[in-house]
């Protein structure tokens, strides 16, 4: 399985974007779709998670700011980011999760920019 994330770019303090991650088969198979960030010299943080049986859940800074979708007919996830504030900038990577499976498949990622 192949996912491919688009939509990152530079975009000023309290602007948004968003973000998509398209897989190259059903993403029906993933228990877990979710997407992680890296900021400059930071390690990789869990940014959102959207698992079949439990829902969505978000760190705590982009809380009210983030939401992460998906759309099973486009076999793609997303994740709407608004009032993006400089702190978010960062490689932002999709993943996912198959049912009963312990092996996590990755996006390439794709840089967020914010501006202040």
């Known amino acids: 399985v192949q996912l491919v994330e688009s939509g990152g770019g530079l975009v000023q303090s309290g602007g948004s974007l968003r973000l998509s991650c398209a897989a190259s088969?059903?993403?029906?198979?993933?228990?877990?779709v979710g997407w992680f960030r890296q900021p400059p010299g930071k390690q990789r943080e869990l940014v959102s998670t959207?698992?079949?049986?439990?829902?969505?859940t978000y760190r705590d800074s982009v809380k009210d700011r983030f939401t992460i979708s998906k759309n099973n007919a486009e076999n793609t996830v997303y994740l709407q980011m608004n009032n993006l504030k400089p702190e978010d900038t960062a490689v932002y990577y999709c993943?996912?999760?198959?049912?009963?499976?312990?092996?996590?498949?990755w996006g390439q990622g794709t840089q967020v920019t914010v501006s202040s």
């Open positions: 959207l698992t079949s049986d439990t829902g969505a």
């Open positions: 993943y996912g999760r198959p049912w009963g499976s312990n092996i996590d498949y």
């Open positions: 088969e059903t993403i029906g198979q993933f228990y877990t």
